[in-house]
C-alpha cells in the first residue's frame, strides 16, 4: 500500500501545528515547530498569503489527512461512509477516524505515535476480543477489548510507552489497564471528546462542492 515517505517535520510545518506525528521528539525542543515554525520552502519564512475560502478548506483536509496518516482515497472512503449516516457528517467522520484501532492504540498510550501503532498492528503484536488483528483499520465498537499479546509486551517501544501514557492525555471513552496492557472502548466519543484541532465543516463543505 502506498504511504507518505518524506519528512514528517515539512508536514507539521506546513500545517503550523504540531501533529504529534515522531512521538517524543514532537515533546521536546527539538520539534520543528519550535526551530522553524514556518511553511517548508524557499521563501517559506517570508510567506503572508491570505488563503482563499477554498484554500482553507483544502488546510482543514490535509490536515486531518495528516493527523491520522490517510491517503487521500482512504479519506475519501471514510467521509462517504460518514456521509451515509444520520447525524452530523464531520462529527461522524471524526468518530470513524478515532475508533479506528491503530488510533485506538495511540490513544491508549500504547506507543506514542500513530505511525507506530500501524506498524505494530501490522506485526501482529495486538488482539482484539481475543483474537489476534493485524490490519490497522479495523473499526472497533462499544465494548471492544484491545491487548497486546502475551509475546509482545517486552517489546522496548510498548514498555516505554506506556511509563509515559500521561502525555497522550488518554480521553474518558476509554479504559485501560497497566497491568494487563488492555484498554476498552467505552463508547463512541463526542465531538467535544475528541481532541484535535480541526474544523471539520470545511472538510464537509469541500467534498459537498
Known sequence: MAKYMGAKCRQCRREGIRLYLKGERCY??????????YVPG?????RRIKESPY???LREKQKARRIYGL??????????RAERKKGITGEILLQLLETRLD?????LGIVPSRALA???????????????????SFQL?????????????NITTIKEAVEKRRRTEMQSWLDFDDKKLEG????????????????EQLIVELYSK
Request: charged share 35%; proline share 5%.
Open 118 to 136: 500501524r506498524q505494530i498492528v501490522r506485526h501482529g503484536h495486538i488482539e482484539v476480543n481475543g483474537r489476534s488483528v493485524d490490519i490497522p
Open 55 to 57: 484554500g482553507m478548506q
Open 184 to 199: 476498552r472502548l467505552n463508547q463512541i466519543p463526542s465531538r467535544e471528546n475528541i481532541p484535535v484541532p480541526i474544523q
Open 28 to 37: 521536546t525542543d527539538k520539534c520543528a515547530i519550535e526551530k522553524r515554525g
Open 141 to 153: 465498537r462499544v465494548g471492544d477489548v484491545v491487548r497486546v499479546r502475551e509475546k509482545s509486551r
Open 42 to 46: 524557499e521563501h517559506g519564512r517570508d
Open 103 to 107: 488510533n485506538i492504540i495511540y490513544r
Open 71 to 80: 491517503l487521500e482515497r482512504q479519506f475519501r472512503i471514510y467521509f462517504a
